[in-house]
Every structure is written in C-alpha cells, then in structure tokens.
C-alpha cells in the first residue's frame, strides 16, 4: 500500500475493519471514515451512504479501501454497490 501512498493522501475506509488500517496515519496519511457497513443497533448490514462516500472524496484521495467479503464482519459487497463505488472512482480519475 505504501508503494501508491504519500504524506498528505487520503484514504477513504469503510467500517468495520481490523484494528492495523488506521496506522497508515503514522505515515502522515489522512483516513477518512464512511459510513459503517454493519448496523450495531438492528444487527444487520446497512446500506451502503453512496453519498456520503462520494462527499469524502477530495483531489487528494489516492485510495478507497474496501475488503471483500468484509473481514471481520463476513459482508459480502453486492455487484451493484460494487458498480455504484466504481462510478465514484471514475468521477474522480
């Protein structure tokens, strides 16, 4: 990851993660959080806020990070959210 990454990009992460992502801060990366994908309230996987995710999005994003199927929660990305994430990325190229 640090091969794309510099000081001062950006990095957007969707919750729940492991612990070890927001370390990248250490090397003066700033993360930026969307909204969670898991529902602590109602127990259930939430749906993904594409707008808030596109309104996190800066000229210094280098990165949006997601992992599929999620661990450690087991979500597993649908196709067409995956489609709507990739209309974001192509919006900011």
Same mark, same amino acid.
């Given at each position: 990851? &640090? ?9 957007? =992460?969707?919750? $729940? ?6 370390? !990248? ?19 259930? &996987? ?9 309104? =996190?999005?800066? $000229? ?6 997601? !992992? ?26």
């Amino acid at each position: 990851m &640090y091969t794309y990454l510099r000081p001062g990009d950006e990095v957007i =992460l969707f919750e $729940p993660f492991f612990l070890w992502w927001p370390t !990248i801060a250490n090397a003066g990366i700033t993360i930026k959080y969307a909204k969670p994908l898991f529902n602590e309230k109602e127990s259930c &996987y939430a749906s993904i806020d594409f707008q808030h995710t596109r309104s =996190l999005v800066t $000229p210094n994003t280098k990165l949006i990070l997601i !992992i599929n199927p999620n661990n450690p929660d087991g979500r597993v990305w649908l196709r067409s959210e995956l489609e709507e994430l990739a209309k974001i990325v192509q919006e900011n190229p």
